[in-house]
């Protein structure tokens, strides 16, 4: 048997057992299902960790080898810190509640039949990533509690990472009765069983890509099977004139420094003309502090010398570095109108007093996460409640914004009757 073919029937054995495996999780207890998860989570702050680490290593001395990126190398990294908060994000899925079988909108129809909406799994997903090693855990954590079986395709970068990660689920999910095939994982760093992945139509339900826009734009292309898009983060926040403008310094730094490599951080800041004078030399300031470079219109730049010039393509960019692109805007209409042209509906924020103004931004920003006086670093499931997430949907379909558990559920119709019968 060829390399490639081996790669196609190993790719397409994991697709196979994992939809067997979705129609015994589709019916798991939540007890059962919480079982699996609490033992992953204590296999991750226990020896098995430490062997997730030790593999680590071994990605990241590779990557460093191969010298990618800071940002690249940031969100491969595990420590045991990172790797205890990954533990803490599967135990909030384990502790959120179940959403399978939930029923809404019940009503009785005049025919006597009560009908309402279940909320029941999708089925089998497919989530295909670069670089991050939580990655595994977080997406296969929530694909467990929505009852989803998913396979996993996870980038080279981190591929001793996650296979140490996907070692983990197996033993939890086998120790608590459930097919381990649950969280399957692909055993391969050729990019050949992604095209695979991409055509098992009828196999897997939908596909996830999280990582870089080259990654996605290559999925959508390829994939016979509907995909969940999340492009680029190409986030904003907007220093009104009526700003208070320490709580803007704070959000702005905060939005670009505390995490500079991860698609909710801030890409660009733009600047109401009426406060640009005093609020850009105290922004240059403290982001110079950050070694952060800005690249700046040419109001910028006669505030900010250091500043260097901003070409069209730097309003359209995805940083994931600590480069920040600053222009100075006529109010909020001007804002509105960037962030209408440049934005990726991903998430956009505004600092401001004015309560008409910041009203106007949450009905006029089309973005998965609208924010007041806070900074965009907040567009992330944990932070908004959902426990982990499986990535940032910004399609509007079939989700909007963070996918946590309930996003991973469909609905489906359901009726009790008691004989009717049409006439």
Same mark, same amino acid.
């Given at each position: ?9 190993? &790719? ?6 994992? @939809?067997?495996?979705?129609?015994? !999780?589709?019916?798991?207890? &939540?007890r059962?299902?919480? $079982? ?11 020896q ?8 680590? /290593?071994i ?5 460093e ?7 690249? #190398?940031?969100r ?9 908060? %990954? ?8 502790? !959120?509640?179940?959403?399978?079988? /939930? ?23 497919g ?7 939580? %990655? ?37 999910? +086998? ?13 391969? *760093?050729?990019?050949?069983a ?15 890509? @999280?990582g870089? +826009? ?7 292309e ?17 220093? $009104?004139?009526?700003?208070? !403008? ?16 991860v698609?909710?951080?801030?890409? *660009? ?18 982001l110079d502090?950050?070694?952060? +470079?800005?690249?700046?219109?040419? *109001?910028?730049?006669?505030? #900010? ?9 730097d ?7 600590l ?17 209408? &042209?440049?934005?990726?509906?991903? &998430?956009?924020?505004? %600092?401001?007093?004015?309560? $008409?103004?910041? =009203?106007?931004?949450v @009905? ?5 996460? %609208? #924010? ?9 499931? =944990? ?24 996003? #991973? ?10 004989? =009717?019968?049409?006439?």
């Amino acid at each position: 048997m060829s390399a490639l073919s081996e790669i196609e029937a190993t &790719t397409l054995k994991i697709a196979k057992q994992a @939809r067997a495996a979705a129609a015994v !999780l589709r019916s798991a207890s &939540t007890r059962q299902k919480n $079982d699996a998860l609490a033992r992953v989570a204590t296999a991750l702050r226990g020896q098995p960790g430490d062997q997730v680490l030790k593999a680590n /290593e071994i990605d990241v001395a590779a990557a460093e080898k191969a010298e990618l990126s800071g940002a690249m #190398l940031d969100r491969l990294r595990l420590d045991r810190a990172r790797l205890n908060a %990954v533990a803490s994000g599967v135990d909030q899925v384990r502790a !959120l509640a179940d959403p399978v079988g /939930e029923l809404s909108n019940a009503r009785r129809m005049e025919n006597g039949i009560l009908v309402g909406r279940m909320r029941v799994p999708i089925g089998v997903i497919g989530i295909i990533y670069e670089s991050r090693p939580n %990655v595994t855990a977080d997406a296969a954590a929530l694909c467990v509690k929505s009852g989803n079986a998913c396979v996993l395709r996870g980038g080279s970068e981190a591929f001793h990472s996650n296979s140490a990660i996907s070692k983990i689920f197996y033993d939890s999910l +086998e120790a608590a009765g459930l097919p381990k095939a649950s969280a399957g994982f692909v055993p391969t *760093t050729d990019r050949a069983a992604t095209r695979v992945l991409l055509g098992l139509d009828g196999i897997i339900d939908v596909i996830i890509p @999280r990582g870089g +826009e080259t990654l996605i734009r290559f999925v959508t292309e390829h994939a016979r099977i509907p995909v969940i898009q999340h492009y680029k983060g190409v986030c904003h926040v907007f220093v $009104d004139r009526d700003a208070d !403008l320490d709580m803007a310094l704070d959000i702005a730094v905060n939005g670009k420094t505390q995490r500079p490599g991860v698609c909710n951080a801030v890409e *660009t800041i733009l600047v109401d003309a009426a406060c640009a004078k005093e609020f850009l030399p105290r922004l240059g300031a403290a982001l110079d502090t950050h070694g952060v +470079e800005i690249r700046g219109d040419q *109001t910028v730049q006669g505030i #900010l010398p250091e500043a260097k010039p901003a070409t069209e393509q730097d309003w359209d960019a995805e940083y994931l570095d600590l480069i920040v692109s600053v222009r100075v805007v006529e109010g909020i209409d001007g804002a509105i109108a960037h962030v209408g &042209t440049h934005g990726s509906n991903h &998430t956009d924020a505004i %600092v401001t007093k004015n309560y $008409d103004r910041a =009203q106007r931004w949450v @009905r006029e920003i089309d973005s998965s996460l %609208v #924010l007041v006086n806070a900074s965009t670093r907040f567009n992330d499931g =944990q932070q908004l409640g959902l426990g982990a997430e499986i990535g940032i949907s910004t399609t509007k379909l079939h989700a909007y914004g963070p996918m946590g558990l309930a996003e #991973l559920c469909t609905l489906k119709w359901v009726g009790y009757g008691e004989g =009717q019968v049409r006439t």
